[in-house]
Each structure stands twice: as C-alpha cells, then as structure tokens.
C-alpha cells in the first residue's frame, strides 16, 4: 500500500493560514484548532472570529503539566510543521496510537470570507515524513493499512479535506 502525498494539499492550507493571520479582515468568521504532537509534547493553537471578534490561545503540554505559550510561537511551530519536505494522512479509522518518531498534526478549520455563499471547512491529522522511503517506514510501522490515506480526496464522518 502506498500512502497519498499531500504536498499540494499542504502548500494551499500554509498559504490559507498565512492569509488568514495577514488578512483576518477579510474573513467574516474563522474557526482554527491545530494540535502538534512532537515526541512526548503537545502544542495547541487555536484562533476563531466571531460576531467580529478575534480570540486566540495557545499552551503546551509536556508530561509535566500544561503551561500557556505565545499564540504567535505556537503559530509558528504549526506552520514550520507545514513547511516539513512531505506530508502523508491518517483516515481515522482506524484511530491509532502516534509514532513519536515523527511530529503529528491534527488540524480542524473553517472560515467563511466576507460575500462567500458558504463555509469551507477541513479537519485532517497528518504525519510529517522525510521522503517517500521515510513514508513507507511509517506505513509498515503502522502495521495497519487502513489507518493511512491512500486515496485522494479523503471523506469520512470523521475527517475530509475541503468542502
């Protein structure tokens, strides 16, 4: 089995990130969640818009407790994250435990841009890889198939990419 390459796919959501936190007045709502998990820790950001206003948080979660961090830190980790060379994706189903060996991303987002019809949304977890070799280690260390995208676009009850 060969895992789908998201390089596209994580090129056009850097660049959709990017615009929002440069042009966040051209969003009428936005909703952002993004969890990184590197080894043992968890960093988490979170950004939404609402009836105008802008709340944003972030913290870090290390075996020895939660402590808040700079949103603009954790935005940058979250997007030094997407700028990894390749990126593969898990179905969810099944969920399974992450390898530490590699960083993690669970990223749920939605927006509407002001005059849009309607909101897009996307929530996917993905595995930061090396290379295409690196992607095959993962997949045999998965052990499981089913728990890793192998075809594009990727729709579940779970997980989808843009809709």
Not at 23 to 46: I, K
Not at 124 to 152: C, H, K, L, Q
Request: net charge neutral; glycine share 4%; hydrophobic share 40%.
């Amino acid at each position: 089995m060969t895992a789908s390459r998201y390089t596209d796919y994580i090129q056009d959501l850097k660049a959709a990130l990017d615009d929002l936190h440069g042009n966040s007045d051209r969003y009428q709502t936005f909703d952002l969640h993004a969890e990184l998990a590197m080894g043992a820790n968890l960093l988490v950001y979170e950004t939404r818009k609402r009836k105008g206003q802008i709340d944003t948080m972030a913290y870090a979660r290390a075996p020895t407790g939660n402590k808040p961090i700079a949103p603009d830190m954790a935005r940058d980790r979250v997007l030094s994250f997407l700028a990894m060379q390749e990126h593969i994706a898990l179905t969810g189903d099944p969920m399974i435990s992450l390898n530490e060996e590699y960083p993690h991303a669970v990223i749920s987002f939605e927006h509407r841009a002001k005059g849009a019809a309607s909101n897009k949304s996307m929530k996917m977890i993905f595995a930061g890889v090396n290379d295409a070799e690196d992607a095959a280690r993962y997949v045999t260390a998965v052990g499981n198939p089913a728990a890793i995208v192998s075809t594009r676009p990727h729709v579940s009850k779970k997980l989808w990419e843009w809709k």
